[in-house]
């Protein structure tokens, strides 16, 4: 069984966010995989083990990511949490691209590749959190889809999945090949111990461009987008908050006509 998983190298939300010179994007400065891929790369590499546990075949993982040079350091993390290979298609191009375009660009890399039996996403990026991008491409690839998959198992050429709601969770399965996106509830990735660190250095990682694949410039980037970001502003930072003091016991009250000012009461 051949997994492919995508990922993607966004800002690192543990630091200051800003956006960039064109003011339409964030600042790509602090970047690191998305967390929420990792869930899609543990569930890949479950399923894996799964398989070997069940001489069920052999079970391969390749990680794709598309986006400049620097992103290929999320491919090396993917590496080190289990995948086998991975593949970065990166152009000038891409720049600007929406999820319209980077559906298109990503589903001429699968092809490229020959497909996959199970494409594996995470339930969003950490960056955009718009969660279009898997269904999109699966409609591009005519592959079944599951989205938001709180769980997932295969056996027997099925995916089966379960999606949890407000109120209920429903259990979904799809025949081979499709195309799954995994929440956070889905398990706990693990940490790359130093082993699986070491080893990652020496797997395989395949630059693709644009020409590689087949597209054309226009295919992808703002030529190629569906949409437009028209205009963008930064949070505005927080303002120094109120202390207040207890002073001879009146703190209580002070709190209650401090919200009550505010009519928050």
Known sequence: MKILVLVKYVP???????????????????????????????????????????D??????????????????????????????AYHLTDDALAGSDAAATSRALAAVVEHLGGADLVLCGMAS????????????????????????????????????????????ESIEAPLPALVSVTDQANDPRYPNFKAIMAAKKKPVTTL??????????????AGSWTRVLEATERPSR???????????????KLVDFLAERRLL
């Open 12 to 54: 690192d939300s543990q630091f200051p966010r800003h956006l960039s010179g064109d003011g339409h994007t964030l600042a790509r400065g602090d970047s690191t995989l998305s967390e929420l891929d990792e869930y899609a790369l543990e569930a890949a590499v479950r399923i894996r083990e799964a398989a070997a546990a069940d």
């Open 56 to 85: 069920a075949g052999t079970v391969s993982i390749t990680a794709l990511t598309m986006g400049p040079a620097d992103a290929a350091n999320a491919l090396r993390k993917a590496l080190q949490l289990g995948a086998d290979d």
């Open 126 to 169: 950490t960056d955009g959190e718009t969660s279009l991008v898997p269904a999109q491409l699966a409609e591009r690839l005519s592959l079944a889809q599951i989205t938001f998959a709180a769980s997932l198992e295969v056996a027997d050429g099925t995916v089966r999945a379960t999606r949890n709601g407000t109120t209920d969770a």
């Open 209 to 222: 461009s644009l020409a590689d694949v087949g597209l054309e410039p226009d295919a992808v980037g703002p």
């Open 239 to 253: 303002t120094a908050g109120t202390v207040i003091t207890d002073e001879d016991g009146d703190a209580g009250v």
